[in-house]
């Protein structure tokens, strides 16, 4: 399985960024697909999952103002990122579980005035 980000920028504090995420390869074998992101000097955190059925998980720093989708025919998934802070800032990688962890290769979303 391949993943493919884009949609990562900067942004002024409120603002809205949207990150989309193609998988391709063996996608019949995928399950869940979300977001995790790295800010400097820190671990990497879930930010959202959404199962193939629609299920939701997010942290709790981001409920109420980022929200994930899937579109299971298109093999995306997309994270709509609203009111941005600057401690959103940071890489975001998307993720798929199927037979393996599956991570693509990271976005910088950086959040400054």
């Known amino acids: 399985v391949q993943l493919q980000a884009s949609g990562g920028g900067l942004v002024q504090p409120g603002g809205s960024l949207r990150l989309s995420c193609v998988a391709s390869g063996s996608i019949f074998s995928i399950n869940d697909m979300g977001w995790y992101r790295q800010a400097p000097g820190k671990q990497r955190e879930l930010v959202a999952l959404i199962t193939r059925g629609g299920s939701t998980n997010y942290a709790g720093s981001v409920k109420g103002r980022f929200t994930i989708s899937r579109d299971n025919a298109k093999n995306t998934v997309y994270l709509q990122m609203n009111s941005l802070k600057s401690e959103d800032t940071g890489v975001y990688f998307c993720?798929?579980?199927?037979?393996?962890?599956?991570w693509g290769q990271g976005t910088q979303v950086t959040v400054s005035s």
């Open positions: 993720y798929a579980y199927g037979y393996d962890d599956y």
